[in-house]
C-alpha cells in the first residue's frame, strides 16, 4: 500500500463541461477525463460526459444549485485535495465555463496551498453558448457592439449594481441565474426607458428539454409564466434578439394588430 502511494501523481484538472450538451465537451475535455482517478462533478454538468472517465475511477456528486447545496464550496474543496492527495488526478467538472460564476479560481487557489498542479480547460460558457445556438448573436455589427454577462443574484441575495449601469447601456445583457430576480430587473430596463427591448429566456440551454420565450422587456415577464419557465435559465436582453426567427413572427403578429 505504502509503494502505491509512493506512485501517485497528484494533480487537478479544472475542467469546463460546457452548458448542458455533452457533445459541446472539448477533446481536450474528453482526454482530461480519459487519464482521471477521481471525478468530482457539479449539478449542471450531464452525467453522461462520466461515460469518459475509466470504470474504475470514482465518480463523486458535489452539486450545487441556488437553493439546494449538497456541499458548501469548502467541503468542496477539501474533498478535492484529499482525493488528489490519496488517489491521484482529480477532474473537477463544472458546467459552462469553470470562470465564468464557476468558482473555479478559488478552486485553483486553493490546491496552489497544497502545492498541487492545477490544469484549466475551459468549457463553452452558457452565456455565449446558449444565444448562439439559439441563432442569437451577443454582437452584431451595427447592433450590439458589446455584451455583458452579469449574474442576477449576488452573494448578498441582491441584484447585482451593474445591471443598472447595462441597462443604460446598448450592448447585449446576458443574466446568469436570475429568473428569479426577473420582476426587478425588468423593472430596472423599464426606469432605463428599454419597455420596447428585444428579450429572451432560455430554459436549459443546449439540452434535450431546452425551452425558449420570446419577447420584449414589457411582456416578457408574463411570457415566463405564461409557459411555467424554470430554472437554470439564462435571460438575453439586447436588440440582438430581434434576429431570432420567432421575434419576426412576433413583430409581423404586432403589425397585423395595430
Known amino acids: 500500500m505504502s509503494d502505491q502511494k509512493l506512485n501517485i501523481e497528484s494533480r487537478i484538472t479544472l475542467l469546463g463541461a460546457g ?45 450545487k444549485r441556488s437553493g439546494e447545496h449538497s456541499y458548501p464550496q469548502d467541503t468542496i474543496n477539501k474533498l478535492m485535495i484529499d482525493y488528489a492527495l490519496n488517489y491521484g488526478h482529480v ?28 490544469s484549466v480547460i475551459p468549457g463553452i460558457s452558457s452565456s455565449i ?59 430596472i430596463f423599464k426606469a432605463a426607458g428599454k419597455h420596447n427591448l428585444p428579450t429572451a429566456v432560455v430554459q436549459n440551454g443546449s439540452a434535450e428539454d431546452e425551452r425558449l420565450v420570446v419577447g420584449v422587456v414589457e411582456t416578457i415577464e408574463s411570457l415566463v409564466q405564461q409557459e411555467n419557465i424554470k430554472a437554470p435559465a439564462l435571460l438575453i436582453f439586447g436588440e440582438v434578439v430581434s434576429l431570432h426567427p420567432s421575434f419576426k413572427k412576433l413583430i409581423k403578429q404586432y403589425a397585423s394588430i395595430a
Open 19 to 63: 452548458p448542458g450538451d455533452p457533445d459541446l465537451l472539448t477533446l481536450k475535455g474528453v482526454k482530461a477525463l480519459q487519464t482521471a482517478d477521481v471525478v468530482l462533478y457539479d449539478a449542471l454538468t450531464n452525467e453522461a460526459l462520466l461515460e469518459h472517465a475509466p470504470a474504475e475511477a470514482i465518480k463523486v456528486y458535489v452539486g
Open 91 to 118: 477532474v473537477r467538472l463544472k458546467g459552462g465555463d469553470p470562470f465564468v460564476f464557476g468558482r473555479g479560481y478559488e478552486e485553483l487557489d486553493y490546491a496552489a496551498s497544497y502545492s498541487i498542479p492545477v
Open 129 to 187: 453558448g446558449v444565444p448562439g445556438l439559439q441563432q442569437i448573436p451577443v454582437t452584431h455589427r451595427g447592433m450590439s457592439e458589446s455584451f455583458w454577462v452579469i449574474t442576477g443574484t449576488t452573494t448578498s441575495g441582491e441584484v447585482s449594481a451593474d445591471i443598472y449601469q447595462a441597462a443604460q447601456s446598448n450592448a447585449t445583457v446576458v443574466v446568469l441565474m436570475g429568473l428569479k430576480k426577473l420582476p426587478k430587473i425588468v423593472e
